[in-house]
């Protein structure tokens, strides 16, 4: 083979390995929005550690009657109680800090009131969704986990 070809072959071989490469590989997974897709970008954002988005997408799941909402209902009202609960301690936090530090106490004042704010939004929450979990049981004799 001419020196000409060879590189003309090394040059457009890996693109065209490249190019073969993006073609589908496999099923598609479910529809953005979907109860399903919503179950798995909760567990994602789980595991990233965002609690914020999890409890969200687990809402909305909750939201509409399929066959995700009561494994997403039990999943939220865990989530929600820890969550009310962790804001709750960290304001309480703060304000014992607040009392111990009367020099920067007027700066401890911003973090309590938001994780008070967090803790009432996230109590609210749960209970709502302990109303829609008690109406998706119905009177099932054991809880989806």
């Given at each position: 083979?001419?020196?000409?070809?060879?590189?003309?072959?090394?040059?457009?071989?890996?693109?065209a390995?490249?190019?073969?490469?993006?073609?589908?590989?496999?099923?598609?997974?479910?529809?953005?929005d979907?109860?399903?897709?919503?179950?798995?970008a909760?567990?994602?954002?789980?595991a990233?550690?965002?609690?914020?988005?999890?409890?969200?997408?687990?809402?909305?799941?909750?939201?509409?009657?399929?066959?995700?909402?009561?494994?997403?209902?039990?999943?939220?009202v865990?989530?929600l109680?820890?969550?009310?609960?962790?804001?709750?301690?960290?304001?309480?936090?703060?304000?014992?800090?607040?009392?111990?530090?009367?020099?920067?106490?007027?700066?401890?004042?911003?973090?309590?009131?938001?994780?008070?704010?967090?803790?009432r939004?996230?109590?609210i929450?749960?209970?709502?969704?302990?109303?829609?979990?008690?109406?998706s049981?119905?009177?099932?004799?054991t809880?989806?986990l």
């Open positions: 083979m001419p020196t000409q070809a060879k590189r003309l072959v090394l040059a457009v071989l890996p693109a390995l490249a190019l073969a490469g993006c073609g589908e590989s496999g099923p598609a997974g479910p529809a953005v979907t109860p399903e897709w919503l179950w798995l909760a567990v994602d954002n789980y990233a550690g965002d609690f914020e988005k999890t409890q969200d997408q687990l809402g909305d799941i909750v939201k509409s009657d399929n066959p995700w909402r009561t494994r997403a209902a039990v999943w939220r865990t989530m109680a820890g969550m009310a609960r962790a804001s709750g301690e960290l304001a309480d936090a703060y304000e014992s800090g607040a009392k111990k530090n009367q020099a920067r106490a007027a700066s401890f004042q911003n973090p309590i009131q938001q994780y008070r704010r967090d803790a939004r996230h109590t929450a749960l209970a709502e969704t302990v109303g829609t979990l008690k109406k049981l119905g009177d099932a004799e809880v989806p």
